[in-house]
Nanobody, 132 residues
């Protein structure tokens, strides 16, 4: 298990940017795919995007593609979610999660290894609110 703590949420206006961070514990952090999810009030938690163990492969939900960027720094045990051109519909609690090991950059770019059931450790979430 990996323990994860998100930070960086806040209240911003539409069109603004935010960068979320997710700090992980343990040296095995670098073994896992890392994912970001979000949950808006009254809705189910949805996948936002993921990054491969090396950082060389990423995959995004269509709703955020071209606006959000995921990266990671394994030396710092941290994964980031850069959110640009934010929209009111991006308002949600954002969660990071540790996923499966053993998938290549190519696998992640193709969307393999990203089934919800593969994510086994979750942070507590950070609120992002985008006003119109």
């Amino acid at each position: 298990q990996v323990q994860l703590v998100e930070s960086g949420g806040g209240l911003v206006q539409a069109g603004a940017s935010l960068r979320l961070s997710c700090a992980g514990s343990g040296r095995i952090f670098s073994m896992y795919i890392m994912g970001w999810f979000r949950q808006a009030p009254g809705k189910e938690r949805e996948f936002v995007g993921a990054v491969s163990w090396s950082g060389g492969g990423t995959y995004y939900a269509d709703s955020v593609k071209g606006r959000f960027t995921i990266s990671r720094d394994n030396d710092r045990n941290t994964v980031y979610l850069q959110m640009d051109s934010l929209k009111p519909e991006d308002t949600a609690v954002y969660y990071c999660a540790a996923g499966a090991g053993g998938y290549s950059d190519h696998d992640v770019r193709a969307g393999r290894g990203l089934a919800r059931g593969n994510f086994h450790s979750w942070g507590q979430g950070t609120q992002v609110t985008v006003s119109s």
